[in-house]
């Protein structure tokens, strides 16, 4: 067991919302929300647009204060659009306003969607992972995991952290560096050679030997870590040097000495510099691939879940192929449990590879 004392990361927690708003949602996946008219229609995006909170006669639209009657029962509220009326889904919804994760993201480089994801969702990612109340399990290797439970598309398809990275890089246009798999860190024996700090693709190189993107040059791909489990420090969460993105280089020598002539078991800088993002299970982290970070030291009996995701600009060549998985995902009984919204973006996030993948 190692020694905490030996850790001296900052942590930054992220306490579970007392409140989350609500989305309003069509079979189809869309989302109500207010046109700049101030009239009802329905989005596939998740900006402020869409953003609802519940009131004693209907709900109201959070960015303009609009109260709109509505008839709300149990998980379902009927609307009128039009001249019709339109029985709509309540999603778990964002603490905050989109704008409001966005304004972070671009200040801070990073931003904690926390406990975004509804505990259905978690439980499902949980079972694929093999953590949690499933750590018994053991790992279906068999197939894709986006094919094993409709949790692992319902996360990658999750609306506005893909709204928040659109916008961050710049592009609708973007696609995931390799396929999208709930995995498990499992406890530290203190022996295991670990993970060293780096940024990620395109900011270093890629398989093919593919040029490393300039850090100061535009922004190329965001990083998108889902909390399958609690992330605390204790279990592993992963460490960043938050700000870093702004560096002109990647992490010093120092901070990785395995890589450069110490013993190959010598753990990499855990010092106070570092940084530890605190969050429940649920939670989605975004931070800029140009981040500095490595997995974190599980120091508990349990296996530590996450999702690690890498969405890419056109131009970057991914370090695996999605598409095979996306063909063995759209054969699967799993993709007609996702909606048309959900099979849409999954579809263009895994099949839209640059020809050299």
């Known amino acids: 067991m190692t020694n905490p004392g030996e850790f001296q990361e900052r942590v930054v927690r992220h306490e579970r919302p007392k409140h989350h708003f609500v989305f309003l949602i069509a079979p189809d996946g869309s989302m109500l929300g207010l046109d700049d008219d101030g009239a009802l229609a329905l989005y596939d995006e998740a900006d402020d647009r869409v953003i609802w909170d519940r009131t004693p006669r209907g709900v109201m639209h ?56 509804t505990p259905e969702i978690v439980d499902g990612l949980q079972r694929v992972a093999c ?22 598309g319902q996360a990658i398809s999750e609306p ?96 990785n000495p395995a890589r450069h002539g110490a013993d190959p078991a010598t753990r990499p800088y855990s010092g106070p510099e570092a940084d530890v993002v605190e969050a429940p299970a649920g939670s989605i982290v975004l931070y800029d691939a140009r981040t500095w970070h490595r997995a974190g030291f599980n120091q508990t009996q349990h296996k530590r879940g996450a999702m690690l995701m890498s969405f890419q600009a056109a131009d970057v060549s991914p370090k695996r192929d999605t598409r095979p998985a996306c063909q063995r995902l759209h054969e699967s009984p799993v993709y007609q449990e996702l909606d048309p919204r959900q099979q849409r973006e999954i579809t263009e996030l895994l099949m839209s590879q640059p020809d050299a993948a």
């Open 160 to 255: 506005i952290s893909l709204w928040l990275i659109r916008h961050y890089i710049g592009t609708r246009d973007l696609h995931l560096g390799h396929p999208p798999n709930p995995t498990s860190l499992p406890p530290y024996d203190g022996k295991r050679r670990v993970q060293g700090w780096h940024a990620d693709i395109p900011y270093i190189p890629s398989v093919g030997g593919h040029p490393v993107a300039d850090r100061g040059g535009p922004i190329k791909a965001v990083q998108r870590n889902v909390c399958v489990s609690d992330f605390t420090k204790r279990n592993g969460a992963t460490v960043y040097k938050l700000g870093s993105h702004r560096a002109e280089t990647n992490p010093p020598p120092e901070w």
């Open 62 to 117: 959070v960015s303009t204060g609009t109260a709109v009657s509505a008839k709300l029962e149990a998980d379902d509220c009927t609307v009128r659009i039009g001249s019709d009326d339109v029985t709509l889904r309540v999603g778990h919804g964002p603490e905050h306003l989109p704008s409001v994760y966005l304004e972070h993201l671009k200040r801070e480089g990073w931003v904690c969607l926390t406990s975004l994801l």
């Open 131 to 152: 953590t949690d109340d499933y750590e018994h399990l053991e790992p279906n290797t068999d197939s894709p995991r986006v094919c094993q439970h409709s949790a692992v």
